[in-house]
C-alpha cells in the first residue's frame, strides 16, 4: 500500500525528516527549514529522477526531528548521516563533508587553522592552548571573519612555513614579526592564549568586546581603526544570526530528557551537537511521574554514561543520586552525571526543544502510518 502523505500532519517549522521503508529501515535523511513544504515537495510533484522516484515508492513512515532554526538543522543531518548512512543519501556524502573548527595548531608558534572533526588529515592541535578547538562554524563566512580578527587582534601569524624575515602583514600590522624575533617567544605564547580565551566564548561576548574596542579607539580619536572593527563586528553580527544553540564544542557527552505521562524525548549531545532526538517509553510498574522520571535516569545513565543529564522533573534528588553513585561503584559506569533541571539560558532552550519534539510526536493526529 502507498504511503499516504497528509500535509496537516507535519510541522511548518525547521527540522529533519527521516524517512523509512515498510521495515522500519532508514531509507534517507533530510533536513528543512519547513518541513511541511519540503515534505509536500516529494509527494504532490511529478518526479523524473530514478533515485528519486524510487524513494518515493518505498517510503512507509516519516518521522520527524525539530529543531530551532535552518542552522540546527544542518548540524543534526550531517551527524545523523555519518551515523546511520542512509542508502538514499550516499551518493551526497563528500569526502570533505561536515562542519569546521578553528584550533590552535600545536607548532612552536601557533597560528589559527581550520579543523574538519570527521578527516583523518588534521594539524595536532596546540596542547597548551586555553583551549583547543572552537566551533563548530555552519557558516564559514562566521569563522573566516572571526579567525582574521583573532589573527589580527593578537598578533598571531598566519604563513604555514615561517619565512626568515617579515612579509607584508607586519607592515600591515596583521603581524607581530614572530620569524624576525621582534616578539619574543613568551609574549607570542601569552598572546596565543589570550586568543584562545576569546575564541572559547560565546558569539555574542566575542562581539560584545568588539564593541568595547571600537568604543576605546573612538576614545582615542583612531577613527579609521574604530570603523575597521565596526565592520568586522556587523559581519560577525550577521553571521551568526543562525548559528546552532551549542555554541561551542566541549568534551562532554550530554543527554537532555523531557518527561511526560508515558513517554520520555531524549536529546544526545555529543562534543557539543545534537547528534539524535529520539522518543521512548518509560517503564511500567509504577504510577508516579517522578518515580518513573528516576527510574528512566538510572537507566539511562547505565547504558550511556553521559557526562550530563538535563532534566524537566526530578523526584528524590539524594535517592537518584546515591543510585548512580552505586552503579559507579560497582564499575557499571566510569563517571557520575551531573542533573541539571535548568531555568534560563542553553540548557534551558535544549530542553525547551526536547518539549517541543514531545508534544509533536503526541499530537492529537498522528502520522497515518505505523513507525
Do not use: W
Amino acid at each position: 500500500m502507498p504511503f499516504h502523505f497528509q500535509a496537516d500532519q507535519y510541522p511548518t517549522s525547521a527540522g529533519c525528516y527521516l524517512m523509512r521503508n515498510k521495515e522500519g529501515e532508514l531509507l534517507y535523511i533530510g533536513k528543512a527549514k519547513n518541513i511541511r513544504n519540503r515534505l509536500r515537495s516529494y509527494f504532490t510533484r511529478q518526479h523524473t529522477e530514478r533515485k528519486l522516484i524510487q524513494l518515493v515508492e518505498q517510503v512507509a513512515s516519516i518521522d520527524v526531528m525539530l529543531v530551532n532554526n535552518e542552522a540546527e538543522s544542518l548540524l543534526l543531518e550531517n551527524n545523523l548521516i555519518k551515523q546511520h548512512k542512509p542508502p538514499f543519501n550516499r551518493a551526497l556524502i563528500r569526502e570533505d563533508s561536515g562542519y569546521a573548527y578553528l584550533q590552535l595548531t600545536e607548532e612552536e608558534f601557533p597560528r589559527l587553522a581550520i579543523y574538519y572533526r570527521n578527516r583523518d588529515d588534521q594539524i595536532p592541535a596546540s596542547k597548551s592552548a586555553a583551549a583547543k578547538k572552537f566551533g563548530p562554524f555552519k557558516s564559514s563566512r562566521y569563522r573566516d571573519e572571526l579567525a582574521n580578527y583573532i589573527t589580527e587582534q593578537f598578533g598571531l601569524r598566519s604563513c604555514e612555513i615561517m619565512p626568515k624575515k617579515v612579509c607584508l602583514l607586519y607592515h600591515i600590522h596583521r603581524c607581530s614579526g614572530i620569524c624576525e624575533g621582534l616578539i619574543d617567544k613568551k609574549q607570542y605564547q601569552l598572546q596565543s592564549e589570550e586568543a584562545a580565551l576569546l575564541l572559547s566564548k560565546p558569539s555574542h561576548e566575542i562581539i560584545a568586546s568588539l564593541y568595547e574596542q571600537i568604543q576605546k579607539c573612538s576614545d582615542a580619536l583612531h577613527f579609521e581603526k574604530a570603523q575597521k572593527l565596526l565592520l568586522t563586528a556587523q559581519s560577525l553580527e550577521a553571521a551568526a544570526k543562525e548559528k546552532q544553540i551549542v555554541e561551542r564544542q566541549t568534551d562532554t557527552r550530554q543527554a537532555v530528557l523531557y518527561f511526560g505521562d508515558d513517554e520520555v524525548c531524549i536529546l544526545a549531545i555529543s562534543h557539543g551537537l545534537i547528534t539524535g532526538i529520539y522518543i521512548e517509553q518509560l517503564p511500567k510498574g509504577s504510577h508516579d511521574h517522578a518515580e518513573l522520571s528516576d527510574a528512566f535516569i538510572v537507566q539511562y545513565a547505565a547504558e550511556h554514561d553521559p557526562d550530563e543529564i538535563i532534566v524537566n522533573r526530578i523526584g528524590n534528588r539524594q535517592l537518584l543520586i546515591d543510585k548512580i553513585q552505586q552503579l559507579r561503584k560497582q564499575k557499571v559506569i566510569k563517571r557520575q552525571p551531573v542533573l541539571t533541571i535548568p531555568k534560563r539560558g542553553v540548557k534551558y532552550e535544549l530542553l525547551q526543544l526536547g518539549e517541543r519534539n514531545y508534544f509533536h510526536h503526541n499530537r492529537p493526529c498522528r502520522d497515518n502510518q505505523p513507525k
